[in-house]
């Protein structure tokens, strides 16, 4: 497959010989995949170009692009565009051009990819992965504990490394949020990248890598700034979930589904039957518009197609059983106690229940997340 790295670069004239020869070493090492380096430099006052124009006089699959410096983000969009239109690369891989990632590692990128994942990233917060001794507490802790803010504030804490930019991914994921992509910098721009890779169903492994500090120049990043952008987004992705997120629309559906569950409940009730047979009879077409409407909408992202769907059609009518239950008992008993006119009371607290017990086993039984793999 059409492989294309990308390595954005500034000021990095004394990493970026021994890197693309450690790229070009690893790869001989990796079988059916056709490799590009592109380069992408901010115009690096040091001679970070020249240097690559030179190697490029051996080296015919290195490409250099070039334009102003405008972050980490925009280096890598612009990096991102150029393989998918130009070079169209069929997977895309990024790394740090300051040594701090090891390409030997390079072959593990590829072997995930191969054995399906759509999503692999480098993680030194796994079995196998490490960050420097060196490291002095300040940054030790910058980098801990804004990964643990984004891994529990976003809710997936099955991926331990969210800032890290060594990663390799299929070029559906790239395409899909590069429009999304360019107000995000820095790290955070790593942040999105991979939050909406997952959000859009992204298969996602995680690599160990053992991060090497560089010998060379100095680290570009900003502690307050990196911690104070993190914060903030996750707390404005937070609160888009509470706004437009899956419960929102597991609402709506399920309002449909409240309307027509009423509408026979009354007509059963109307014909003479208890309004404990009416809640339930009702309820259950409800459940079949609330699994058409679930899945096409409030977990799209997870869709259950072919003849899968129809298994889980059954899983999610036993599933929903339990709500039924609560309805009909809810009403039942509420029946006894207050009399027949009260049932429509008790219909709607029954109802409530139901919302609370489907919510959760809709979305961590029926529709669950795929797990996420370390290699």
Known sequence: MNTVVILPTYNERDNIKTLLDGIIDAWRKISGHKLTILVVDDTSPDGTGDIVRQYQKKHSHVILLTGKKEGLGSALLRGMNYALDTLHAEIIIQMDADLSHDPASLPLFMAALDKGVDFAVGSRYIAGGSIPDNWGLHRKLFSIVGNAIVRFGLGYTSVHDWTGG???????????????????????????????????????????????????????????????DVLAFVFRQRAKRAIYGPFLKFCVVGTIGFVINTILLEL????????????????????????????????????????????????????????????????????????????????????????????????????????????
Request: aromatic fraction near 20%.
């Open 166 to 228: 060594y990663r390799a991914y299929k070029q559906s994921f790239a395409r899909d949020a590069r429009g999304k992509l360019s107000k995000y910098q820095g790290y955070v721009f790593q942040i999105a990248f991979l939050y909406k890779a997952i959000l859009a169903g992204a298969k996602i492994a995680e690599v160990p890598i053992r991060f090497t500090d560089r010998k060379f120049g100095h680290s570009k990043i900003a502690p307050s700034e990196y911690i104070r």
């Open 268 to 375: 059963l009730v109307k014909l003479g039957f208890h309004p404990s047979i009416g809640s339930a009879v009702g309820a259950e077409f409800a459940i079949l518009s609330n699994f058409l409407w679930n899945n096409s909408w409030t977990f799209g992202t997870r869709k259950i197609t072919g003849l899968r769907s129809v298994k889980k059609f059954f899983q999610f009518n036993t599933a929903s059983f339990g709500a039924i239950l609560l309805q009909a008992g809810t009403v039942a008993v509420g029946t006894i106690f207050f009399g027949l006119p009260s049932y429509r009371f008790f219909y709607l607290v029954g109802v409530g229940f139901g919302l609370v017990w489907n919510y959760t086993m809709y979305s961590r039984v029926i529709w669950k997340r795929q797990p996420y793999m370390s290699l």
